[in-house]
C-alpha cells in the first residue's frame, strides 16, 4: 500500500509565500515523478508543477518565476516553494506520484498512480 501524505497549507496574505511538503510512503521500488495539481470548486483540477526523478521540472504558465519544485528521492519527497502568492492561487493542492514501482514476491511489477488527500491554500488579498 502507497500513501501519500502532504503538509504546508494554510492562509497567508498576498505576496507571501508557502511550501508544500509530499511524502511517499510504503512498498515503494521506484518512483518516475512527482508533481502539484491544484482544484477549486467548479473547476477541473489542474497541474501546477511536476518533476521527474531526474530533476527535470514542468511549471503551468501561470506560477512560473515564482513557484519552485523539487524532489528528495532518498525520502520520496517532493516540495513545492510558493513565493509572491496571488488571491488567485488559492486552492487545494493535490499532490501526484506517476510511474510508481510497486515490487512484488511473485508476478510481474507495474507502476501505478497515486494522489494525497490534498491541503488547502488560502491567499487573502
Known amino acids: 500500500q502507497v500513501q501519500l501524505v502532504e503538509s504546508g497549507g494554510g492562509l497567508v496574505q498576498a505576496g507571501e509565500s508557502l511550501r508544500l511538503s509530499c511524502t511517499a510512503s510504503g512498498n515503494i521500488y521506484s518512483i518516475h515523478d512527482m508533481g502539484w495539481y491544484r482544484q477549486t470548486p467548479g473547476h477541473e483540477r489542474e497541474l501546477v508543477a511536476s518533476?521527474?526523478?531526474?530533476?527535470?521540472?514542468d511549471y503551468a504558465d501561470s506560477v512560473k518565476d515564482r513557484f519552485t519544485i523539487s524532489i528528495d528521492n532518498t525520502k520520496n519527497t517532493v516540495y513545492l516553494q510558493m513565493t509572491s502568492l496571488k488571491p488567485d492561487d488559492t486552492a487545494v493542492y493535490y499532490c501526484?506520484?506517476?510511474?510508481?514501482?510497486?515490487?512484488?514476491?511473485?508476478?510481474?511489477?507495474?507502476?501505478?498512480?497515486?494522489w494525497g488527500q490534498g491541503t488547502q491554500v488560502t491567499v487573502s488579498s
Open positions: 518533476i521527474t526523478a531526474g530533476g527535470s521540472a
Open positions: 501526484n506520484a506517476d510511474g510508481v514501482i510497486v515490487p512484488t514476491t511473485a508476478g510481474p511489477w507495474y507502476e501505478y498512480e497515486y
